[in-house]
């Protein structure tokens, strides 16, 4: 794909756009980002389910609070940024809080409530940054 994408005079992804800093930066975050979003999505009710020993049917619903707190935290996010101006600020913080809720989750016990509030944080975190680069033109 690459090779391809050097050989064309108008390629869908220029490739020289990843020499610049910023454009770098911003792509190895989203990339952190997406495969933290995936690994809870995918891993968390197997970690509940055989890790912690809660039933199949709750650990599936422990991604409930995650989806309610990406709907939220998608929503709060771009009015705290529009509000102080900065759009870099909020996917700074924002994945500070699911940095230290999924740290959370990984030392927590089997604790249904506790989980689902952390749940609900990981998906207000991990949401922020995608909520500034969608709006970062608006």
């Known amino acids: ?3 391809h994408e050097r050989r064309l005079a108008a390629p869908f992804f220029p490739l020289e756009l990843l ?3 910023t454009i770098k930066l911003v792509t ?21 389910r055989f890790g912690l020993q809660i039933a199949a049917d709750k650990s599936g619903l422990m991604l409930v609070p995650m989806s309610i707190g990406i709907v939220c ?41 506790l989980i689902a509030i952390l749940s609900f944080l990981v998906g207000v975190g991990l949401v922020t ?6 709006h970062g033109g608006h």
Request: proline share 5%; aromatic share 8%.
């Open 19 to 21: 020499r610049k800093r």
């Open 73 to 113: 935290g998608a929503q709060t996010s771009i009015r705290i940024a529009a509000r102080i101006g900065r759009l870099n600020t909020m996917p700074m913080y924002g994945m500070g809080l699911a940095t230290a809720a999924l740290f959370a989750l990984s030392v927590t016990p089997p604790n249904e409530i």
């Open 28 to 48: 190895i975050t989203i990339l952190c980002q997406t495969s933290c979003f995936l690994a809870v999505i995918f891993y968390l009710p197997v970690y509940l």
């Open 1 to 3: 794909l690459l090779r």
């Open 129 to 134: 940054l995608v909520s500034a680069t969608a």
